[in-house]
């Protein structure tokens, strides 16, 4: 697709098919997350695909109770390793939330190309999460997205909701 | 252009062209910041574009004195709101970082699409930024990048530079 086309009918998607992913589809999507840009190229992501029926059925108290989650035939997780690059003097240890966040927005964008839903869940106890999937200690979770074709088909596909004026969130040289 | 060829030739560009970039282009780029997803639809953001010579040059040695920055016709300056949704129970007041770095990907990632180069610049110093511009208590940079017609034109957009193997970056169903 045309990119600006798939920016403007990204949306998050909250009813799934349960139809398999194919794998090359699978992993046209994981190519856009790979070559995503991040600090000094340290690249200090790793991302889980989630396919067995258990362990996303575990992910869902994990995250708030939302059962559709588990409906999409992946869940994938984006983590994120922990490391005092202390950006812009203040960010400490939370440097990494800015690579894993680009990375994560190429994975929700190249899905959108091949007509897959995600949505991004920021609602999750990493804790949880870290003990279901096996994260090590030095690593947190930066997010979830359910993947998988919408049950709306490409209907799910519009035009985003409300947003901002660019007036209201672009000004020139002055903040 | 094709979604996945301006996720796969997007480089950080370094020399820029003074050319000016046409107010058409720059709100085709700032659309697709405009759309970006945010958690519980935030949008905690502000994108302040710096034009005027004379505070480019003053960003420079807030930047670590990356001087390359002020070649480009147009800087921009990614704020962040700051505010404690503590996503994953340990982000708190950061978790705005997840938010600005979605929408600030689709600027980096909709400028490729234009032929516009961008650098996304983690080296600064927030309280340096924040005086020469103007942000208001409770705002943070998240980060900045140069935008412009590379002096290398079409050639400065290649592949990526080395990245680690899909191998490395995905697992199944475990980290």
């Known amino acids: 697709m045309e990119f600006f086309d ?3 009918t990204r949306r998050s998607v909250r009813s799934y098919k349960p139809d398999v992913v194919p794998e090359e589809v699978l992993n046209r999507v ?3 997350v790979r070559v995503a840009p991040s600090g000094s190229n340290r690249q200090p992501w790793r991302f889980i695909i989630v396919k067995d029926e258990a362990v996303k059925q575990r992910l869902v108290p994990a995250c708030g109770g ?3 989650l588990a409906e999409a035939p992946v869940v994938v997780v984006a983590c994120g390793k922990v490391f005092d690059y202390n950006r812009g003097g ?3 240890e939370h440097s990494m939330l800015v690579d894993v966040s680009i990375a994560m927005t190429h994975l929700i964008l190249a899905a959108r190309n091949e007509g897959l ?3 991004w869940i920021g609602m999750f106890d990493n804790n949880e999460v870290k003990k279901i999937l096996g994260i090590p200690e030095g690593w947190n979770v930066v997010g979830l997205t359910p993947l998988g074709y919408p049950k ?3 209907k799910a596909f519009t035009e985003p909701g409300p947003r901002n004026k660019l007036s209201e969130i672009v000004s020139t040289d002055r903040f």
Do not use: D
């Open 30 to 32: 994981l190519e856009a």
């Open 6 to 8: 798939v920016v403007r």
């Open 90 to 92: 203040y960010m400490g």
């Open 66 to 68: 939302q059962r559709w």
């Open 152 to 154: 709306a088909g490409e």
């Open 117 to 119: 839903g995600t949505c």
